[in-house]
């Protein structure tokens, strides 16, 4: 089970960090955030191996950062710089691969972030 947190509204250039919880104790070899905009197919934001590697949408490169705890599996997103084109519900996921969304069998249920510029 995942449960996100941290989403909610900021003008544009501001910074929130998203958290995402998980109640297993197990490592998991690979989380993720995707978000879905109204209309739009859900996209793949950032990942992160167990061994630390990551990996970022071109959107999203040099503003977000992904990282992990890996004592307690909580998965964050720092997001910086952002701007209205990143409005979207954002979504945790787990156990699948990269940010290939069809991959990943866990998912939260995802946190509204919304960019007023």
């Known amino acids: 089970q995942l449960v996100e947190s941290g989403g909610g509204s900021v003008q544009a250039g501001g910074s929130l960090r998203l958290s995402c919880a998980t109640s297993?104790?197990?490592?998991?070899?690979?989380m993720a955030w995707f978000r879905q905009a109204p209309g739009k197919e859900r996209d793949g934001v950032a990942s992160?191996?167990?061994?630390?590697?990551?990996t970022y949408a071109d959107s999203v490169k040099g503003r977000f950062t992904i990282s992990k705890d890996n004592a307690n599996n909580t998965l964050y997103l720092q997001m910086n710089s952002l701007s209205p084109e990143d409005t979207a519900t954002y979504y945790c996921?787990?156990?699948?691969?990269?940010?290939?969304?069809?991959?990943?069998?866990?998912w939260g249920q995802g946190t509204q972030v919304t960019v007023s510029s």
């Open positions: 996921a787990a156990k699948g691969w990269l940010l290939h969304p069809k991959s990943y069998p866990v």
């Open positions: 297993s104790n197990n490592p998991i070899a690979c």
């Open positions: 992160i191996l167990s061994d630390g590697n990551t």
